[in-house]
């Protein structure tokens, strides 16, 4: 069975310093990788989309990149993080049939400061 | 822990009303959230409400959050093929806060 694996839970970050945030699945193959950030009020807000190795679609523009160096491994970076970057971020793969749905990492709880 | 659940499958016949249910676990929920994911697409966020409404109407969608039985519905009206998705329902705390995801309910719309 799929799984998806979502790390850290929890981070606290000063103001400059780097980021990484991995995801990884397991159990499918050449899945489309999203990476989601909960916008206060909004809900959740696309910021990266991957639908195979190397290839990201970044749909707002920020203070972070996305990654993806291997099949099942979609990795969300920033070189210095901002205040603005606290939020929940969650890691999401979907399969590539025709009536695949979402199936979501457990999240990442980010505070900088 | 908290828990979102959702019935898997809902089929309608184009026209009718669908209503999708969704019942979470924690009371201290303070947003509920109906999501959309059309085939190949990433979410699109339909609505949500605040945990002291009751109800909440957008066009062809109303949102019915029962607080007591912590039980949040979804009714969409005259239901077209293009509403066939699956819809997400989640719950935060705060509104920059941890969600999380009922299963999703699959929704199929016949002609």
């Known amino acids: 069975s799929q799984t998806i694996h979502q790390w850290p839970a929890t981070l606290v970050q000063p103001v400059g310093s780097p980021l990484s945030l991995e995801c990884t699945v397991e159990?499918?193959?050449?899945?489309?990788l999203y990476w989601y950030r909960q916008a206060a009020g909004r809900g959740l807000q696309l910021l990266f989309y991957?639908?195979?190795?190397?290839?990201i679609s970044s749909e707002v523009p920020q203070n972070l990149s996305a990654s993806r160096p291997q099949d099942r491994q979609f990795i969300l970076s920033s070189k210095k993080l901002l205040l603005s970057d606290s939020g929940f971020y969650l890691c999401?793969?979907?399969?590539?049939?025709?009536?695949?749905?979402?199936?979501f990492g457990s999240g990442t709880q980010l505070s900088v400061l | 822990g908290e828990d979102v659940e959702q019935s898997l499958f809902l089929s309608v016949r184009e026209g009718d009303s669908s209503v999708i249910n969704c019942t979470y676990t924690?009371?201290?929920?303070?947003?509920l959230y109906w999501y959309k994911q059309e085939p190949g697409a990433g979410l699109q966020l339909l609505t949500y409400?605040?945990?002291?409404?009751d109800m909440k109407q957008d066009q062809r969608l109303t949102v019915l959050l029962n607080k007591k039985d912590k039980h949040l519905s979804l009714r969409i009206a005259d239901t077209q093929t293009g509403d066939s998705a699956i819809y997400f329902c989640?719950?935060?705390?705060?509104?920059?806060?941890?969600?999380?995801f009922g299963g999703g309910t699959r929704l199929m719309v016949k002609p």
């Open positions: 999401a793969w979907e399969g590539t049939g025709a009536n695949e749905k979402l199936f």
């Open positions: 924690d009371s201290s929920s303070t947003y």
């Open positions: 159990g499918t193959s050449n899945p489309n």
């Open positions: 989640a719950e935060s705390v705060n509104a920059g806060n941890m969600l999380t």
């Open positions: 991957s639908v195979g190795i190397g290839q």
């Open positions: 409400i605040f945990s002291n409404m």
